[in-house]
């Protein structure tokens, strides 16, 4: 019950400080208001809508070709299943925590047949020492940037470019999960197509930092993406038309690719006021990306009714929910957008200031 009143709650509040909006039909409508309804659609994977985009998303990752899918999931189990052809060893690496191991149903054991090797502490990002510890031979090894189920850590540039040359002495390929590349552009002081030359195949999503709808880009050579358009096909991915996907990842990508030097630095000044308050942290502690979770060190349906009693006050609503970590501890995440900088900076503040109030006299 406490959860649904809080979703309600959130849901009530005329400012969020996370995202980019409600995902309603307004996203949709907005991106075709601009578009001439004679325009053609895609068909099967051919057209120049589809031609077009994939072209230029190839050109902002820096590699030869890039192919537009409808899902990221699908994207990377056939990164990773080509990767694994071509070696002949149906093994790959990744984190504990990686998307494919626990938001996938072993998908790619049951449709692949592909084992997968666990590197590093489930707390912590893969490091140098990890992968060339490894005693196994693998195909491919798969880094994601930043690493989402931890709070959107990174590791050090200089720890990257270690690894890619590691890999390529040893011809082991190197997948990036990409989801949320263009959000962790700001700290490392890269372009994207700088960080995507330390890998041999990128993913990146449409609907996390952009808004979009649906819809990944998978990038790389040019025999790389012509086998995963074979793939593609197989998997059902080739709808005979992916334009509503593709018009609204086009959309929004250029209007928020250039603001994300700015959801950084709201969301390291967002970080700092859940710190001063008394009984909650944040992981990171200092963001290294748009996006954190936020640690609430009381137990779950205590934080909910304070919550919904500062949403009704103050009108600012941080989150719809929070998920029980110990029976004294509950968190949630935080991924900031545009919705942010349209909140007043004196009722961001009251609405800290109210929270502080009630954690300290609970």
């Known amino acids: 019950m406490g959860e649904k009143r809080l979703f309600e709650a959130y849901r009530?509040?005329?400012?969020?400080?996370?995202?980019?909006?409600?995902?309603?039909?307004?996203?949709?409508?907005?991106?075709?208001?601009?578009?001439?309804?004679d325009l053609e659609s895609d068909i099967y994977g051919s057209g120049?809508?589809?031609?077009?985009?994939?072209?230029?998303?190839?050109?902002?990752?820096?590699?030869?070709?890039?192919?537009?899918?409808?899902?990221?999931?699908?994207?990377?189990?056939?990164?990773?299943?080509?990767?694994?052809?071509?070696?002949?060893?149906?093994?790959?690496?990744?984190?504990?925590?990686?998307?494919?191991?626990?938001?996938?149903?072993?998908?790619?054991?049951?449709?692949?047949?592909?084992?997968?090797?666990?590197?590093?502490?489930?707390?912590?990002?893969?490091?140098?020492?990890?992968?060339?510890?490894?005693?196994?031979?693998?195909?491919?090894?798969?880094?994601e940037l930043p690493q989402r189920e931890i709070g959107g850590q990174l590791p050090e540039y200089q720890t990257l470019e270690a690894i890619s040359r590691f890999c390529r002495e040893k011809g082991i390929k190197l997948h990036l999960d990409g989801a949320r590349l263009f959000e962790v552009l700001p700290h490392y002081g890269k372009t994207a197509s700088e960080i995507c030359d330390l890998f041999d195949s990128v993913y990146i999503s449409f609907y996390k930092g952009f808004g979009g709808i649906a819809g990944a880009i998978l990038a790389g050579s040019e025999a790389f993406?012509?086998?995963?358009?074979?793939?593609?096909?197989?998997?059902?991915?080739?709808?005979?038309?992916?334009?509503?996907?593709?018009?609204?990842?086009?959309?929004?990508?250029?209007q928020r690719v250039g603001k994300m030097d700015q959801?950084?630095?709201?969301?390291?000044?967002?970080?700092?006021?859940?710190?001063?308050?008394?009984?909650?942290?944040?992981?990171?502690?200092?963001?290294?990306?748009?996006?954190?979770?936020?640690?609430?060190?009381?137990?779950?349906?205590?934080?909910?009714?304070?919550?919904?009693?500062?949403?009704?006050e103050t009108g600012v609503g941080l989150t719809g929910y929070v998920k029980e970590i110990t029976e004294n501890e509950c968190a949630y995440e935080v991924s900031i957008g545009d919705q942010y900088q349209t909140i007043p900076k004196e009722k961001l503040q009251a609405t800290f200031t109210l929270l502080n109030k009630k954690l300290t006299i609970t």
């Open 263 to 312: 959801y950084y630095e709201d969301a390291k000044e967002l970080a700092a006021h859940f710190n001063d308050c008394e009984g909650i942290s944040t992981l990171p502690l200092k963001p290294v990306s748009n996006m954190f979770h936020v640690i609430f060190h009381y137990p779950q349906k205590q934080i909910e009714s304070i919550l919904i009693d500062v949403y009704e």
């Open 225 to 254: 993406t012509e086998e995963s358009k074979v793939w593609k096909r197989r998997h059902g991915g080739d709808l005979i038309s992916l334009y509503p996907y593709i018009i609204s990842a086009d959309y929004y990508f250029d």
């Open 12 to 37: 009530s509040a005329p400012y969020s400080v996370s995202g980019h909006g409600k995902r309603n039909l307004d996203v949709m409508k907005e991106a075709l208001d601009r578009l001439d309804g």
């Open 48 to 143: 120049k809508i589809i031609e077009d985009f994939q072209e230029k998303m190839a050109d902002q990752l820096g590699k030869e070709r890039a192919v537009f899918f409808p899902s990221g999931t699908m994207a990377q189990q056939i990164a990773l299943r080509i990767w694994c052809d071509e070696k002949e060893v149906p093994k790959v690496a990744y984190h504990p925590l990686c998307h494919l191991e626990i938001h996938e149903e072993d998908g790619l054991k049951k449709l692949h047949g592909i084992e997968p090797i666990l590197l590093a502490d489930k707390e912590r990002v893969i490091d140098l020492e990890d992968v060339t510890g490894l005693d196994e031979d693998i195909a491919c090894l798969l880094l």
